[in-house]
């Protein structure tokens, strides 16, 4: 869905998440502008210092690939160099995170079955609810830190990443539903996966038809996962209702009010604000204040009010 | 014909659930095939087929203890693939109920979309499968309500 996806047996990794690097165990290769062509950058038993990577983000080389099959070394060098670092703060363990789970993310979006999806989903659940448990993120640095373009991995690791932040501002704690808000947000659109790029991609208006192909998607990712014993019921309404709104408009029921599961009401939330405040093929991003007025607009007929009204203060707070 | 139905085995009026929503006479004289929609991709022509049905309603995954709940339903329209139905409960994709038709053989069919349609009327799309078969009925030999078709 990504644009960013697996090419040719290759995974993209951030080129900053290798900045604490000293000897990987992986190859680094490196694609340059507009070729498609991947050629080695660096052998893995060669030491990348900190000048390499400076270089490499003033040439506006953002992005480095592994072979596919080093996914889970990569990952592995991420937990151990930032996640397990005590010393690494909230916005640090998030972006190693992010990182870690991206490879592992691309990989299972090509798989044809979702048990990797909701592995990755599920792992990526438990880390996040161990950084919340061991300190407050704070919005600013994190929203910094959070990519913005709209690319699918991009959107569900916002969407999962504000979910788990709005949760803790509602008060919810329990470090097991923390990890699995954490894991719904990060499938709520898992049933993009039957999207085509042509239409998820698509830089002018959709068409009617479009429109309702894109509206399948929750129904789509919830039959997906119904059947599974390891997702709760909570988690499977993040995915079917989060397009639901206050008033019954939504969609792809037309449920209203009350009987939208709260969790499926904060990742609608959530993914609101990812979408407004990313960069999209036809416009740019809306200021995060723009985007907290659109949501107070709406508060009470599309979106949850008194989460709008928690979010957008912890938004503002953050100026 | 009564004009109440039954539910979790407690009467409610017709016109009280609200739940056509035209006119009973107009809901219950549609007969002959749909009209065709601009992005129908169904594998099989629907009928209308208006009538009450007595179904039998398993539990969604988030009410596990509960009991089958027996119920009677207004049946919209159907194909070999499956049928389309008026409910006053929302239910969710892949739950399943097994529906009695006409002819009164008993089919098991699984929910694949569900709509509000106003104040306690849902309807639901729902295709005709077989136990132990991850297909649908259809996809079989003989399988679904193939004399519709």
């Known amino acids: ?319 | 014909m009564s004009d109440t139905l039954q539910v979790d085995n407690e009467e409610v009026s017709l016109a009280e659930t609200d739940a056509l929503v035209e006119s009973d006479a107009e809901f219950f004289a549609k007969t002959g095939p749909l009209p065709l929609h601009w992005n129908d991709e169904r594998r099989f022509p629907r009928f209308y087929y208006r009538s009450r049905m007595k179904a039998v309603i398993y539990p969604s995954k988030d009410q596990p203890e509960r009991q089958p709940t027996a119920c009677e339903v207004l049946l919209r329209d159907l194909s070999r693939g499956g049928i389309s139905l008026l409910h006053t409960q929302q239910l969710y994709p892949n739950q399943r109920l097994d529906v009695t038709l006409a002819d009164g053989v008993t089919r098991a069919v699984k929910v694949v979309w569900c709509r509000r349609m106003t104040e306690r009327c849902y309807a639901v799309g729902a295709e005709f499968f077989k136990e132990g078969s991850k297909g649908t009925a259809a996809d079989g030999a003989g399988g679904g309500v193939t004399s519709a078709s």
Request: charged share 25%; proline share 4%.
């Open chain 1, 1 to 319: 869905m990504s644009t960013a996806v697996a090419h040719h047996g290759y995974l993209p990794i951030a080129t900053a998440s290798i900045s604490r690097a000293s000897i990987l165990e992986f190859d680094l290769y490196l694609r340059r502008a507009g070729s498609t062509h991947t050629e080695l950058y660096r052998s893995a038993s060669y030491p990348l210092k900190s000048e390499d990577v400076e270089r490499l983000k003033e040439d506006g080389v953002d992005r480095l690939y592994i072979k596919c099959e080093y996914a889970d070394a990569y990952k592995h060098y991420m937990c151990t160099q930032v996640l397990s670092d005590p010393e690494a703060p909230a916005t640090a363990r998030v972006e190693a995170l992010r990182e870690a789970t991206r490879a592992a993310f691309q990989e299972a979006l090509g798989a044809s079955d979702h048990d990797q999806m909701v592995a990755v989903a599920m792992d990526f659940g438990g880390q996040m609810a161990q950084v919340v448990a061991n300190e407050a993120m704070p919005f600013r640095e994190l929203f910094t830190t959070l990519e913005h373009d709209y690319y699918t991995f991009t959107h569900v690791c916002n969407v999962s990443v504000y979910s788990v932040m709005l949760a803790g501002r509602l008060g919810i704690v329990d470090a097991k539903e923390i990890s699995q808000i954490a894991a719904g947000g990060l499938l709520h659109d898992i049933g993009k996966r039957h999207i085509p790029l042509s239409i998820l991609n698509k830089a002018g208006k959709l068409t009617d038809e479009e429109w309702e192909i894109i509206r399948e998607h929750p129904v789509s990712g919830f039959r997906e996962l119904v059947e599974r014993e390891d997702l709760s019921w909570s988690q499977l309404m993040m995915v079917y209702q989060h397009h639901e709104k206050m008033d019954g408009t939504g969609y792809p029921t037309g449920i209203y009010g009350a009987e939208i599961h709260p969790w499926a009401r904060l990742c609608g939330v959530a993914d609101v604000f990812d979408a407004l405040t990313c960069q999209r093929p036809y416009r740019k991003p809306m200021p995060r204040a723009e985007v907290c007025e659109h949501l107070e607009k709406h508060a009470g007929a599309w979106f949850d009010a008194e989460m709008v009204t928690c979010w957008t203060s912890h938004v503002r707070s953050a100026r």
